[in-house]
């Protein structure tokens, strides 16, 4: 309550002297400045200078005038202390008990405020008899201390504190309006960043659509190009997406005009612009054009597709799209707990795909920690808050469709097999000697045919007779067809034949009439000249052989490569399902004109490559083929020419000159001998190694043997192979069989 008294007394009461606040006494009441004292701001002369004026006073305080003997402040009550006025008696401030000292509660008799000692003046403590307020030296006029002898009005020492206290108020406003700007724009930032964003996605910049008639298209859990149209009610889905999406077993021949479905016994041909189409020789018919063309451009019907391949698809507009649902099985779904936004990305500033209400089923593609990344059930791809989905759960989605099965010939026992390099007619009186030096032969595949031209004719030395031969040793025949070594021999000449869908059925006629003729149990490929460009046109060839072998009994095996990177061509996988059997060639790991001497065939080389196709082509159906040869290298050091003239170009990388021959393995056996060197067993290679220097060559065999074959045998029975090719019949030594017959029985 003092307070309040000293706020309500005017500008005067605090400024002039006679508003000074004097210390309280004991009682209560405030002792006011003596006359004598006020005088003692005056000089002798009683007059003093103050900013240029004379100021005269006589025994006469600072500030307004008043009466002698009049209390300082306004005029009151005898008696009556300073501030509100109060009941004779009362304490200033609230009302107490009596005897109580102002404000809080403090021992008997003691002041209100601050504690200090008796009989001292209330406010802050200060020496004997000095007036309240700041301290002063003796004498000092009240308030302020200023020079003795300045007169009447504002003191200088009053100004520049003025001047400061402003000063500094001011600064403390603007620290206040610059803290409010940051704090204002801090939280504008922090709205912008991580304020939900309301924008929605371009969709048609979604679905990649770039001119007027477009069909979206998304397939499963992935937007694809949109490479579709709608005709007659009906959607059209462009050949390349239904090839790498939906069924690959579609192909279309831009050459021939025409398209091709391959079931395990049959082909199925449609003509462009027709509603009728062929299974085999008989004829069928829908009720829409199945087949549309835009220059090169095939364009097949979705219920066409539908026939013959275990999908769903939903038509929608704004903008129009259609979704194809082929991945069945085990899927998470969750529902959707409120109603909320699919956004493109996770992030609540990605801009929004479409909305979802409460209780949609969504599928959950990916777990994003506080985002789902989900397909809705009309096809959007995109992100959700986890918060907004619950009951995640596996449900096993299917649809009911019964897809024709690929049967396969499997043989009831693990196949022993050699390829028999047969180059004339004549070299095929040779097998008779070739299966007495044998021993637990079960298959042999001479190498009869040859493609001729890019035409589809093939050369063929294909003997009853040999066949004859090799079934009164229990043995089955698996003739060979080669794209190299008689004929075409280059990757072009191959694609050439194999883009055209006549060229093919040409060669596969003549295979066929050719195996009934010598009765032969099996066919075995070897295309070797197949580029990256080819690769669908290959499969597709095997995909139609394996129809025409399937329908007379004929087994099909397949030729491959180790795989590597650069062979994903040969699409093994698709092999794995139309052929009976795939081989891999385990050889040649270094091969005829490799830049750098090495072995045919490593142990870590044939594991690689057992394991790499098993991850596409099924255990039973694999055979692992290994070589009956190794390659003696000779190295010698090039020349300043050489090197000169081969600047520029991966030769030129190499400092050695590298040639090699191949032997079989009695021969390869010879030349260690003939060297005098010295055979040393490599145990991660498992192999045994010679090498030797003749004047300025270095010589170097990595040797095929017992010891190296039956390292790769045990890789057969490891991976439980369907059995073991080698390359080829006549290179072996005799002792290699009988260690082959105890693994293959």
């Not at 580029?531 to 095996?557: A, K, P």
């Amino acid at each position: 309550m003092e307070e309040r008294g000293r706020r309500s007394r005017t500008t005067s009461d605090r400024r002039g002297n006679t508003g000074v606040i004097r210390p309280k006494n004991i009682d209560g009441t405030r002792s006011r400045i003596s006359a004598e004292e006020q005088a003692g701001r005056t000089n002798s002369e009683g007059q003093e200078s103050v900013s240029g004026r004379n100021i005269e006073f006589r025994r006469q305080s600072l500030g307004r005038q008043r009466q002698e003997s009049q209390p300082f402040g306004r005029p009151r009550p005898e008696n009556q202390s300073f501030g509100r006025q109060k009941a004779n008696g009362q304490n200033v401030g609230r009302q107490k008990p009596d005897e109580q000292s102002f404000r809080r509660q403090k021992p008997d008799e003691q002041p209100a405020g601050r504690q200090r000692q008796e009989n001292q003046p209330m406010g802050r403590q200060k020496p004997d008899e000095q007036p309240a307020g700041r301290p002063r030296p003796d004498g000092q006029g009240i308030r302020r201390q200023q020079p003795r002898k300045q007169g009447n009005g504002r003191p200088a020492a009053r100004k520049q504190q003025s001047r400061r206290r402003r000063k500094r108020n001011l600064g403390i406003k603007v620290a206040a309006l610059v803290i409010l700007v940051v704090v204002i724009v801090a939280a504008a930032f922090l709205w912008k960043k991580y304020s939900p964003s309301k924008e929605e996605y371009d969709l048609s910049k979604y679905y990649g659509i770039e001119n007027e008639g477009q069909l979206a298209i998304t397939v499963d859990n992935q937007v694809v190009e949109p490479y579709g149209m709608i005709e007659d009610g009906k959607a059209y889905v462009q050949y390349e997406i239904v090839r790498d999406y939906i069924n690959s077993r579609f192909y279309w021949d831009p050459n021939e005009n025409v398209l091709l479905y391959t079931l395990p016994k049959d082909m199925v041909t449609v003509e462009v612009g027709s509603k009728d189409y062929n299974v085999s020789k008989e004829k069928k018919s829908e009720d829409y054009v199945i087949l549309k063309t835009e220059g090169s451009t095939a364009y097949i019907a979705l219920d066409f597709v539908q026939q013959y391949t275990n999908i769903e698809y939903e038509l929608y507009n704004e903008p129009n799209r259609v979704m194809i649902v082929s991945d069945w099985g085990d899927m998470t779904v969750a529902a959707v707990k409120k109603n909320t936004q699919v956004r493109y990305q996770g992030g609540v500033k990605s801009p929004i795909l479409t909305q979802i209400k409460k209780k949609d089923e969504v599928t959950v593609l990916e777990n994003e920690g506080d985002w789902r990344k989900v397909r809705t059930k009309d096809g959007f791809i995109g992100y959700v808050k986890s918060n907004a989905l619950k009951k995640e759960e596996k449900k096993n989605i299917s649809r009911a469709f019964e897809e024709q099965e690929f049967t396969s010939i499997k043989k009831d026992y693990t196949i022993n097999m050699a390829w028999h390099n047969v180059t004339n007619n004549e070299a095929n009186s040779v097998v008779l000697q070739r299966i007495a030096d044998s021993k637990g032969l079960t298959t042999i595949a001479p190498t009869w045919f040859h493609v001729e031209n890019t035409d589809g004719n093939m050369n063929s030395i294909a003997s009853a007779d040999y066949v004859n031969y090799a079934h009164q040793a229990n043995i089955e025949v698996w003739a060979t067809i080669r794209d190299f070594d008689g004929g075409i021999s280059s990757y072009e000449e191959s694609y050439e034949l194999l883009r055209y869908t006549s060229k093919r059925e040409n060669l596969i006629n003549q295979l066929m009439a050719e195996a009934l003729r010598v009765g032969i149990d099996g066919i075995n490929v070897d295309f070797e000249k197949i580029s990256d460009e080819c690769g669908e046109h290959y499969i597709q060839f095997i995909r139609e052989l394996s129809v025409r072998c399937r329908q007379n009994g004929i087994v099909l095996s397949i030729d491959n490569y180790v795989p590597k990177g650069y062979n994903m061509q040969y699409n093994r996988k698709e092999q794995g399902i139309v052929a009976d059997y795939v081989i891999i060639m385990g050889y040649d790991e270094h091969y005829g004109g490799s830049p750098v001497a090495g072995p045919v065939a490593s142990y870590n080389f044939v594991r690689e490559g057992i394991e790499e196709t098993l991850k596409e082509v099924p255990a039973e159906k694999v055979i692992n083929g290994i070589p009956f040869f190794s390659r003696l290298w000779e190295e010698t050091p090039k020349t300043a020419e050489e090197l000169a003239e081969q600047q520029g170009t991966e030769a030129a990388q190499y400092d050695m000159k590298v040639e090699s021959q191949a032997f079989g393995m009695a021969a390869s056996r010879a030349k260690i001998d003939e060297a005098g060197a010295e055979l040393t067993w490599n145990d991660e290679l498992k192999q045994n190694y010679a090498t030797w220097t003749v004047e300025n060559t270095t010589y170097e065999i990595w040797l095929e043997d017992e010891q190296s074959i039956e390292e790769k045998l045990k890789l057969m029975k490891e991976y439980k192979l369907a059995g073991t090719s080698a390359w080829a019949l006549g290179q072996e030594s005799p002792e290699v069989w009988n260690l082959i017959q105890k693994y293959v029985n």
